[in-house]
């Protein structure tokens, strides 16, 4: 273990400790955030009321719609000078979601992973290849400092080029990647074209997969084929990033106790579900400074085991995401938002915002996303240059918005389907 004492600490001291953290965090932000102060005056839950950790039911929920509305940093309790870092991901229309991180957001972020990895059997002598994308999105440098904090040697690759990838696998003799499942079946397909086995002629032991959903499947053909273990690993931007994986184990992922606090709640009537039952993941992050979290719905569906696990770690597991409660999608492992789509083609007079559809499939391992967009009457058109002229403006446009390419079909007003009550808008034919 990286931390023996929290990791393996009694479950009686552990709820004692998430109490005294919840509750610091509670005053803390009554006191000093208008947005967490104005919420808790709504639901008439005053800091005093909240005398144990089942207590937390009393404070209401946060929704990423929290973040949209308002943007860029009007939840941040830090001001600029104390961040040391920006991240960015999809919102659900427009307006991106931005976190900020200070100092201590960063080392607890870092934290969390050390002892995740360590789990996963990694640490000094091993070589990471964080092939996850660097920039904006949180997977890369987190995995990347989370790497570097165990003493393995970091291998800060990113994403594409996997000819290249599978090279240096072999010359500088990695023992973990850390990718997108898909991706890691992506490699293996193209190292068996290079007439490269990744079980006999790599040192690839250990897979840390995540960003997008995938099942027990997978995990058992990845590992039979390479000839490695391969581990999920979850979290989420608003959350700081990934943040938690499973153990050697394999059976759910480790939360680690004094960081965040899951619970599972009936999605329809809000009302917190026990161990065992399956609903939506809701996540109160006890150590945050720039971006505080409680109660913040995620929308995935999973459930809790807070019995000890077999490796004595004491922490709760979640297990693996069996879903959304909201129709967000994963491609090649950004989120997209049907309603960001819609919001993009609504800015485009040349078609109907409002009629599209979104179909995602996987050719060979990699995502692919077409949306077919109906054409305006006013817009449509026999002339093939016009039709290019807007086909590559919604090209455009979407890549801009969603940050992951799109192929975009136009079709003839009044074409695709309409609906009442809710639109049926995707067709997902991926298998995972
Ligand atoms: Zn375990």
């Known amino acids: 273990m990286w931390d023996p004492r929290m990791e393996g600490m009694p479950a009686g001291d552990l709820k004692r400790l998430q109490y005294r953290l919840l509750k610091t965090l509670v005053y803390r932000l009554y006191s000093f955030s208008p947005f967490y102060h104005d919420r808790m005056k709504e639901a008439g839950t005053h800091p005093d009321d909240i005398r144990s950790l089942e207590d937390i039911t009393k404070l209401p929920f946060m929704y990423k719609s929290d973040l949209r509305d308002n943007y860029p940093d009007r939840i941040f309790t830090a001001s600029q000078d104390e961040l040391v870092r920006y991240h960015v991901s999809s919102g659900t229309t427009?307006?991106?979601?931005?976190?900020?991180?200070?100092?201590?957001?960063?080392?607890?972020?870092?934290?969390?992973?050390?002892?995740?990895?360590?789990?996963?059997?990694?640490?000094?002598?091993?070589?990471?290849?964080?092939?996850?994308?660097?920039?904006?999105?949180?997977?890369?440098?987190?995995?990347?400092?989370?790497?570097?904090?165990?003493?393995?040697?970091?291998?800060?690759?990113?994403?594409?080029?996997?000819?290249?990838?599978?090279?240096?696998?072999?010359?500088?003799?990695?023992?973990?990647?850390?990718?997108?499942?898909?991706?890691?079946?992506?490699?293996?397909?193209?190292?068996?074209?290079?007439?490269?086995?990744?079980?006999?002629?790599?040192?690839?032991?250990?897979?840390?997969?995540?960003?997008?959903?995938?099942?027990?499947?997978?995990?058992?053909?990845?590992?039979?084929?390479?000839?490695?273990?391969?581990?999920?690993?979850?979290?989420?931007?608003?959350?700081?990033?990934?943040?938690?994986?499973?153990?050697?184990?394999?059976?759910?992922?480790?939360?680690?106790g004094d960081i965040a606090y899951p619970e599972i709640i009936d999605p329809e009537s809000g009302e917190h579900l026990p161990p065992g039952e399956k609903g939506e993941l809701v996540m109160t992050v006890l150590k945050k400074e720039a971006l505080p979290m409680i109660r913040y719905r995620i929308g995935d569906i999973t459930s809790i085991d807070d019995s000890v696990c077999a490796c004595g770690r004491t922490s709760p597991r979640i297990m693996r995401i069996q879903g959304r409660v909201d129709d967000m999608l994963i491609v090649r492992g950004i989120n997209v938002f049907p309603s960001q789509v819609e919001h993009t083609l609504m800015g485009i007079p040349e078609v109907v915002g409002s009629a599209f559809q979104i179909e995602v499939d996987?050719?060979?391992?990699?995502?692919?996303?077409?949306?077919?967009?109906?054409?305006?009457?006013?817009?449509?058109?026999?002339?093939?240059?016009?039709?290019?002229?807007?086909?590559?403006?919604?090209?455009?446009?979407?890549?801009?918005?969603?940050?992951?390419?799109?192929?975009?079909?136009?079709?003839?007003?009044?074409?695709?389907?309409?609906?009442?009550?809710?639109?049926?808008?995707?067709?997902?034919?991926?298998?995972?």
């Open 94 to 256: 427009g307006k991106p979601t931005v976190v900020g991180y200070t100092a201590n957001d960063l080392e607890s972020w870092t934290t969390s992973l050390a002892r995740s990895l360590t789990a996963c059997g990694l640490g000094r002598g091993d070589v990471m290849q964080v092939s996850y994308g660097y920039g904006l999105f949180t997977g890369g440098l987190g995995l990347h400092y989370g790497a570097e904090r165990i003493g393995a040697t970091v291998l800060p690759i990113g994403t594409g080029n996997t000819e290249r990838q599978i090279e240096l696998m072999q010359d500088l003799h990695v023992t973990a990647i850390a990718c997108t499942p898909s991706y890691l079946v992506h490699i293996g397909e193209t190292a068996n074209r290079m007439g490269i086995s990744i079980r006999n002629d790599t040192d690839l032991r250990v897979g840390i997969l995540g960003a997008e959903p995938w099942s027990e499947g997978i995990r058992t053909t990845l590992q039979n084929e390479l000839g490695i273990r391969v581990y999920d690993i979850y979290g989420t931007s608003e959350l700081s990033g990934p943040m938690f994986t499973e153990c050697t184990e394999q059976q759910g992922i480790h939360i680690w």
């Open 362 to 432: 996987r050719r060979g391992a990699l995502d692919s996303m077409l949306v077919r967009v109906e054409m305006s009457k006013d817009a449509f058109s026999d002339k093939i240059t016009d039709l290019m002229k807007v086909k590559a403006k919604v090209t455009h446009d979407l890549r801009n918005s969603l940050n992951v390419a799109a192929d975009v079909e136009l079709v003839a007003p009044g074409t695709l389907p309409r609906f009442e009550g809710k639109a049926k808008r995707v067709i997902d034919r991926r298998v995972y």
